[in-house]
């Protein structure tokens, strides 16, 4: 007999602001979230957030502090970006007459 392993997992979906005086308040959400979700957890969506410098190409450099609050939230939920295949960037859009490109959506795992 074949007997199937069910768990419970929360799946949620992001839509971050993208306006600087909502974001802290945003992550401070997802944060507390976090402490009273004990199952796995996957975000998915659209984090308005960069991981890494890497994930920019165009426009103005940024600094590593344009790359903080993704990175801790992840070390705060003991998470990780979910690798994906095909596309490095999400987003584009002509700035200034620059062409921009971020990788602003993503998948977020986090065990129990």
Same mark, same amino acid.
């Given at each position: 007999?074949?007997?199937?392993?069910?768990? @419970?997992?929360? =799946?949620? #979906?992001?839509?971050?602001?993208?306006?600087?005086?909502?974001?802290?308040?945003?992550?401070?959400?997802? /944060?507390?979230?976090? /402490?009273?979700?004990?199952?796995?957890?996957?975000? =998915? #969506?659209?984090?308005?957030?960069?991981?890494? @410098?890497?994930?920019?190409?165009?426009? $103005?450099?940024?600094?590593?502090?344009?790359?903080?609050?993704?990175?801790? $939230?992840?070390?705060?939920?003991?998470?990780?970006?979910? @690798?994906?295949?095909?596309?490095?960037?999400?987003?584009?859009?002509?700035?200034?007459?620059? @062409?921009?490109?971020?990788?602003?959506?993503? /998948?977020?795992?986090?065990?129990?």
């Amino acid at each position: 007999m074949d007997l199937a392993i069910q768990k @419970l997992c929360i =799946i949620s #979906g992001i839509y971050a602001p993208a306006q600087l005086g909502q974001k802290d308040p945003f992550w401070q959400h997802l /944060a507390e979230l976090n /402490a009273v979700i004990d199952s796995p957890w996957c975000l =998915i #969506g659209d984090f308005n957030e960069l991981e890494d @410098l890497s994930e920019k190409r165009g426009g $103005f450099s940024l600094s590593m502090s344009h790359c903080r609050r993704l990175p801790q $939230f992840l070390r705060t939920i003991h998470g990780s970006s979910i @690798l994906v295949q095909g596309r490095s960037f999400t987003w584009k859009k002509r700035i200034h007459g620059h @062409l921009i490109y971020e990788r602003l959506d993503r /998948a977020i795992g986090r065990q129990d």
